[in-house]
């Protein structure tokens, strides 16, 4: 089993849709939660961080983290054709290199 | 400014063959990473460095060496390639203090085919 599990989708969506992502995990010990977006053809980019539990809001961007249930989420609100790509939840516990999930691949129709 | 920077885009090999990608950096990072990345697996760590000369390996070493002799390169060679191998490779860098620590950058990915 996986440390980080991320469903692969495609998850498609009309334009201003509100969109949930999601990754489970096993590893108690991950205290750094993150959220990576990558375009077709590109490298990963960060798009959020949060450290242990609780809500982090960054313009129409949610990451939510529950510690208790070994849940992450995030959520775009009124989602743009832009908005387009695959989104790739990552942690760390400590010092330690990043474990990625397997990535969620969205699409917005405009 | 360029950031990371891969070479090269593409390539093709044969069975057995050998090669080297070169990553290149200009962030004065100090941490450098390998990844590949295929279908439904994700990125997955095979070597990385926390300083000029020093490597040590991640997820998946096996088949691969990497090489840190100055701060800005870290290289990855392949010495015989197999199929196993074809993937796209991603070269990350980061500082190791505060959000720098979490936020990798990555280049734009070389893509491998063994044939």
């Known amino acids: 089993q996986k440390e980080v599990e991320q469903d692969p989708g495609p998850l498609s969506v009309p334009e201003g849709a509100i969109v949930s992502l999601n990754c489970t995990y096993s590893n108690s010990a991950f205290q750094y939660f993150m959220w990576y977006r990558q375009y077709s053809r590109k490298g990963p980019e960060l798009l959020m961080y949060?450290?242990?539990?609780g809500n982090k809001e960054d313009g129409r961007f949610t990451a939510q983290v529950d510690k208790s249930s070994k849940y992450i989420s995030l959520f775009i609100r009124d989602s743009q054709p832009s908005d387009s790509a695959t989104y790739l939840c990552?942690?760390?516990?400590?010092?330690?290199?990043?474990?990625f999930g397997s990535g969620t691949r969205l699409q917005v129709q405009p | 400014n360029a950031g990371v920077t891969q070479t090269p885009k593409f390539r093709v090999l044969k069975t057995g063959q050998s090669m080297t990608l070169l990553c290149a950096q200009d962030m004065n990072h100090e941490y450098m990473y390998w990844y590949r990345q295929d279908p439904g697996m994700g990125l997955r760590l095979i070597h990385y460095s926390v300083g000029e000369g020093t490597t040590a390996k991640g997820e998946v070493p096996d088949g691969y060496n990497v090489s840190r002799l100055k701060k800005q390169n870290f290289l990855l060679g392949l010495e015989s390639a197999a199929p196993s191998q074809t993937s796209v490779y991603f070269c990350?860098?980061?500082?190791?203090?505060?959000?720098?620590?979490?936020?990798?950058?990555f280049g734009p990915g070389t893509r491998l085919t063994v044939l």
């Open positions: 990552a942690m760390r516990a400590g010092r330690r290199a990043l474990t």
């Open positions: 949060t450290y242990s539990s």
């Open positions: 990350a860098s980061s500082s190791p203090s505060g959000r720098s620590y979490n936020e990798q950058f």
